[in-house]
């Protein structure tokens, strides 16, 4: 999949029709009365807030180990923060290992000895647990609320979509082990248990070649022979947008501000536009009039 080039103009990004009273944002109108069958989420920034910040994790890390290498020793830490945020916005919303084989290739770019993507992505696993920590011990003991660490009105939205009757199934590039972990402290695991109708919970493994969200959704067409307008999808990442749009379903981009809980994204905005969204939203506040405009009701 090739990741849409932010730099190309789109003509639909002045702004697509808001439904009246709302925050919701229409680029592409559902044309279909095909009933809508599958949803599809992605976690992070989408329904989770768990990891918010990783970012801020991931390319200190990233730098601190190119500045090592030969050839960065004698590059400035700016220019090399630079580039690593670019490959790591690039890469977001795919597979954690992806953005580790690009660092991998960075270092030996650099005249470096890289070490296995795997053991990168350990690294960088057990820094953001320094930063996360708190959040999931403070969930599972009940110091926390889960409810301040959901995107708004996620829990509405799955409700609204359950009592409708659609399967919903959860994908993330974030290994599979956190997502069944971090989506059951914030009480979301029985919208997708396949034993109460759901579709089921997955994310990455180590083998890449395993996982990926094209490969759920083409499972979900097959295993419930739905032609694609029967699925929906919702995410903050180019992946599932583009993944969903390929197979002829409707994608709903979250543009969530993940540190404020408030308003929109306008970098995750424009990203989702250019992946080709029929709708943005800020979160899922506004959950009754999304449902409603999906139902056509």
């Keep these: 999949m090739v990741e849409p080039d932010l730099a190309a103009p789109v003509a639909a990004l002045s702004g697509g029709r808001y439904l009246p009273g709302t925050q919701i944002e229409v680029f592409h ?130 409700r609204g979509l359950k009592s409708r009757g659609v399967a919903m199934y959860l994908a993330s590039g974030t290994d599979v082990t956190y997502v069944r972990d971090e989506a059951d402290a914030l009480g979301l695991t029985p919208f997708f248990d396949p034993a109460a109708g759901g579709g089921g919970i997955y994310g990455a493994l180590d083998d890449p070649e395993r996982f990926s969200k094209a490969m759920v959704i083409q499972q979900i067409l097959r295993d419930h022979r739905l032609a694609g307008e029967e699925l929906v999808a919702f995410g903050d990442g180019y992946v599932e947008i583009v993944n969903c749009k390929e197979a002829g379903g409707l994608a709903v981009g979250v543009a969530s501000n993940e540190a404020t809980r408030e308003g929109i994204d306008e970098w995750k905005r424009t990203r989702l536009i250019h992946a080709g969204a029929d709708v943005i939203i800020p979160d899922f506040r506004e959950h009754a009039a999304l449902v409603t405009w999906l139902f056509a009701e």
């Design 29 to 158: 109108e559902r044309l279909s009365r095909a009933p809508i069958h599958s949803a599809l989420f992605d976690f992070d920034g989408t329904l989770s807030l768990i990891r918010e910040g990783w970012q801020q994790v991931m390319v200190p890390m990233m730098v601190a180990i190119l500045a090592e290498t030969p050839r960065g020793r004698n590059e400035r830490e700016a220019d090399l923060a630079a580039l690593v945020r670019d490959f790591v916005d690039r890469l977001t919303g795919k597979q954690t290992i992806y953005q580790m084989v690009e660092l991998a290739e960075q270092v030996r770019l650099r005249g470096g000895d890289p070490l296995p993507p795997l053991e990168y992505k350990r690294r960088y696993h057990d820094l953001l647990w320094q930063r996360i920590a708190h959040r999931v011990e403070g969930l599972r003991s009940g110091a926390i609320d889960p409810e301040q660490l959901r995107v708004p009105g996620a829990f509405g939205l799955l």
